[in-house]
């Protein structure tokens, strides 16, 4: 969480120059605000932040936020507005999902630069999403929208295998599952409707939550798109290679490198691709992270999310003069003067570390060995100790990220692959057990 001692700034800057504020939007279990906070100390802006705390403690943290429910988006407005009052605000930047249509909403009352209601939501919606895709002639998978009180026994003598079910708004590969046979299928679909009708996924309210998404699998391998987008236009900030094969049963990111290794030729395809994309669901400003299937048949869109990149992978990027994911996407929401630089040449990637099994997090060890190895820049466990750890399907989260910088993509990957292979992570089955050792 962000530290007590990042208070609401003065108004005026050390020259007399009114300073820029901008409204932060984020949830608590977010990973990057830290990033983005000295990202602002940086460029010496003011932040506001909005969060999805408890309303009832009064600043339990001190730094001024203002406590809002993101699955609420007509109260948290309210919330905002009447926060803001005496205090003009510049720009608006949500960080992950679930903050993007509360920061649309805002940045329309204000009368600022935004994305259109409809389009954050399209991006929100698996769903929706394809069938905006379809309509507009992009190939998409065959894909059907059922409901989680169906009979998944039905459902599955009319479907094509191999097949992927997935939640309609869930991110991070939640709940995504592949399913290769009418068993694997009813398995699948009652796993989903588990996790979707969950106390922690229904407080949300969202309807989409009462849906499973079913398309046919897509055979390829994936990369992930940074970009940026200024009325309209996409301005490509980095592309990742995925090299794990993402085939299921489940869908577990694991390792991202930069610069891609396709063809030029192919990497212009995936731009005009997302461009596209962009176009049809009506995003047109802002940052976005598209995620794309290679097949023999070229690229296709899986989504597109008008939020940067995840968790702290946006520590791989650097840019020209030093500057940061997290200063570019500030700079364009504040309409800053100066151009967007070229990401810098040096190859570089991250590794979400998966978590292997359930359990309670008790130790972690090889640390050391890991950072010491070349082309390693930082290894990072956002695990807790005595943390409940849920893997993928149910879960979302990973156990932290290892950061690596060299010469070439391949030495990137081998760096942070051996890296990894450092690591091990005591998990036992109760938090009792852990709490007795």
Known sequence: MLPPNVPFASSASTEGVPRK??????????????????????????????????????????????????????????????????????????????????????????????????????????????????????????????????????????????????????????????????????????????????????????????????????????????????????????????????????????LYVTPSRLPHDLQREIELGTQQAADVLGITEGPIHAELRITSSGPRILEVAARSIGGLCSRTLRFGTGMSLEEIIMRHALDLPGHVPQREQQAAGVMMIPIPKSGFLERVTGLEAARVIAGIEEVTITAKLGQKLVPLPEGSSYLGFIFSRGETPASVETALRRAHQQLHFDILPSLEVVLNQ
């Open 21 to 254: 504020r901008l409204l932060l939007l984020f949830t608590t279990t977010g990973y990057n605000a830290q990033d983005f906070v000295a990202a602002a100390a940086k460029l010496d802006i003011e932040l506001v932040f909005g969060t999805d705390r408890c309303h009832v403690l009064d600043d339990p943290w001190r730094d001024g936020a203002i406590p809002v429910h993101f699955h609420r988006p007509a109260q948290a407005v309210r919330s905002i507005l009447e926060r803001l009052q005496s205090q003009p605000i510049h720009g608006v930047v949500a960080i992950g999902d679930k903050a993007t249509l509360v920061a649309a909403f805002v940045s329309k009352a204000l009368g600022l630069p935004h994305n259109s209601l409809k389009a954050v939501q399209a991006c929100r919606n698996k769903f929706y999403c394809r069938r905006l895709f379809q309509k507009a002639g992009l190939p998409v998978p065959g894909f059907r929208c059922y409901g989680l009180g169906e009979d998944p026994a039905e459902i599955a003598r009319h479907i094509r295998f191999p097949c992927v079910l997935k939640p309609l708004s869930r991110s991070a590969s939640q709940g995504v599952i592949r399913a290769d046979s009418i068993l694997e299928f009813e398995e699948a679909f009652r796993r989903i409707c588990t996790l979707l009708r969950s106390p922690e996924v229904q407080q949300s309210g969202d309807s989409s939550n009462e849906h499973i998404l079913v398309e046919d699998f897509i055979e390829g391998f994936e990369v992930a798109l940074e970009g940026i987008l200024r009325r309209g236009e996409l301005r490509v900030l980095a592309l990742f290679d995925k090299p794990d094969p993402l085939n299921g049963p489940f869908f577990e990111e694991t």
